[in-house]
């Protein structure tokens, strides 16, 4: 019977904020500020491409920012279980945290640079961060999970999703950063939960499970064991 130690808590919930929460976040962060995106939107294909857009047009290049995130996610779901072999569910994980970061860089400048492009660009980006993030993170969850808590483990993944959508919301609102003159700011807000699991998660070790079947490292599944059961 395994129990809930510190080292499977901590390496649980940061690599639930890193990427179950950062999902979450994306999938919601645009409700809000809808109106203040589609007017810089018409700005800026104005500024790029001269012509002013109907609010047709506006309306696709809205939709398309929305969606291409999940044509992103797509992309990340599929390439999800070859990382995770390849580089080990941790390592996968932290690796994802780039492109996300590339992402929300492209969110934070994107007005600055009166691009709509990045806007697009970056919810590509973030798309794929997080949809391999939502096949790694159950995976490597449940897979240093001893088997009596290993549901519980399973499901954070889904709750961090969700308060991932709801503090979107709230971020979102216009009291808080719902402004015209912050909203990149909000976009890029997922830098946070990015960095803090960056800053942790390399301490921690990878799944028992991978070092072992995958990388047939007997040693060093052992000593992950040991480090997440003490
Ligand atoms: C786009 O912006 C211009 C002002 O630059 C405005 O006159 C026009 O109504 C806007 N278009 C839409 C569809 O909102």
Redesign the pocket.
């Known amino acids: 019977m395994g129990r809930l130690t510190k080292a499977l808590a901590i390496t649980a919930f940061f690599a639930a904020i890193g990427n179950s929460f950062t999902h979450g976040f994306n999938t919601g962060v645009l409700n809000s500020p809808e109106f203040l995106i589609k007017d810089f939107l018409?700005?800026s294909t104005?500024a790029h491409y001269g012509i002013?857009?109907?609010?047709k047009l506006?309306r696709f290049l809205w939709s398309f920012s929305v969606s291409i995130y999940l044509v992103g996610g797509c992309a990340g779901a599929f390439s999800a279980g070859f990382l995770a072999d390849r580089f080990g569910r941790k390592k996968a994980l932290l690796m994802m945290i780039v492109p996300g970061l590339i992402g929300d860089a492209l969110f934070g400048f994107c007005k600055l640079a009166n691009s709509m492009e990045m806007l697009i660009a970056g919810r590509f980006i973030i798309g794929f961060s997080c949809g391999a993030g939502s096949g790694l993170v159950p995976m490597y969850l449940t897979e240093i999970a001893p088997v009596n808590i290993r549901g519980a483990m399973g499901v954070l993944h889904q709750l961090a999703l969700t308060i991932g959508i709801l503090i979107s919301q709230l971020l979102g609102l216009r009291q808080i950063l719902g402004r015209e003159e912050t909203w990149p700011l909000l976009l890029a807000c997922s830098a946070v939960p990015f960095i803090s699991c960056v800053c942790v998660l390399p301490f921690y070790p990878d799944s028992p499970r991978w070092l072992l079947v995958k990388k047939g490292n007997e040693e060093e599944a052992a000593t992950a064991l040991q480090k997440i059961s003490r």
């Open positions: 018409n700005v104005q002013m857009p109907s609010e506006i």
